[in-house]
T-cell receptor
Framework: ELKVEQNPLFLSMQEGKNYTIYCNYS?????LYWYRQDPGKSLESLFV?????AVKQEGRLMASLDTKARLSTLHITAAVHDLSATYFC????????????FGTGTRLKVLA | DSGVTQTPKHLITATGQRVTLRCSPR?????VYWYQQSLDQGLQFLIQ???????AKGNILERFSAQQFPDLHSELNLSSLELGDSALYFC??????????????FGPGTRLTVL
């Protein structure tokens, strides 16, 4: 069964702290996406990672992809309250039926 | 604003009924994707269309069907509705057939409540 697992599922952290969200997937894929979703809102694309070793940064967020380990990380540096949201990773599966599989999501709450 | 529009925003209906959700992709995007988001199932990929043709299928029930029209808007039809179909339905669009080199841009969603 194809699985995309994120951990932690819930994360409560203090402002100014650093933390990493992990996204593990169970099948071969070299394309991974990170999205942000605010409560009751739609999904906003954060990063598109298209190759092994890809690293992208935007503000306090940095995402990386290790296709050999089937692992992507989303690192948060010096968290601020505005980063409170749910973060999803998604993997594209191209063997057999082409489809997107989303991770379980990580609900992040940054405390002032 | 992603440029993807969805109507209606909210829909309340009864079990056994049929509804149609509509999506207009961003200008120039040829691919449309449909997703279902519920509390117990998370975010599920349902189906993808590219330029009017079905390209990929995810966990879409047989009671559900979709199509993409020549003007590239798409409709998701849900029939014989059950309580468990209550969810947020998102549409997304991207530019390429694979969608893998382009970001997906999500619409605001349609919240479906089945009573």
């Amino acid at each position: 069964e194809l699985k995309v697992e994120q951990n932690p599922l819930f994360l409560s952290m203090q402002e100014g702290k650093n933390y990493t969200i992990y996204c593990n997937y169970s099948t071969t894929s070299d394309r991974l996406y990170w999205y942000r979703q605010d409560p009751g809102k739609s999904l906003e694309s954060l990063f598109v990672l298209l190759s092994n070793g890809a690293v992208k940064q935007e503000g306090r967020l940095m995402a990386s992809l290790d296709t050999k380990a089937r692992l992507s990380t989303l690192h948060i540096t010096a968290a601020v309250h505005d980063l409170s949201a749910t973060y999803f990773c998604a993997v594209v599966i191209t063997s057999g039926t082409y489809k997107y599989i989303f991770g379980t999501g990580t609900r992040l709450k940054v405390l002032a | 604003d992603s440029g993807v529009t969805q109507t209606p925003k909210h829909l309340i209906t009864a079990t056994g009924q049929r509804v149609t959700l509509r999506c207009s992709p961003r200008s120039g995007d040829l691919s449309v994707y449909w997703y279902q988001q519920s509390l117990d199932q998370g975010l599920q990929f349902l189906i993808q269309y590219y330029n009017g043709e079905e390209r990929a299928k995810g966990n879409i029930l047989e009671r559900f069907s979709a199509q993409q029209f020549p003007d590239l808007h798409s409709e998701l039809n849900l029939s014989s509705l059950e309580l468990g179909d209550s969810a947020l339905y998102f549409c997304a669009s991207s530019g390429s057939v694979s969608g893998s080199n382009n970001e997906q841009f999500f619409g605001p969603g349609t919240r479906l409540t089945v009573l």
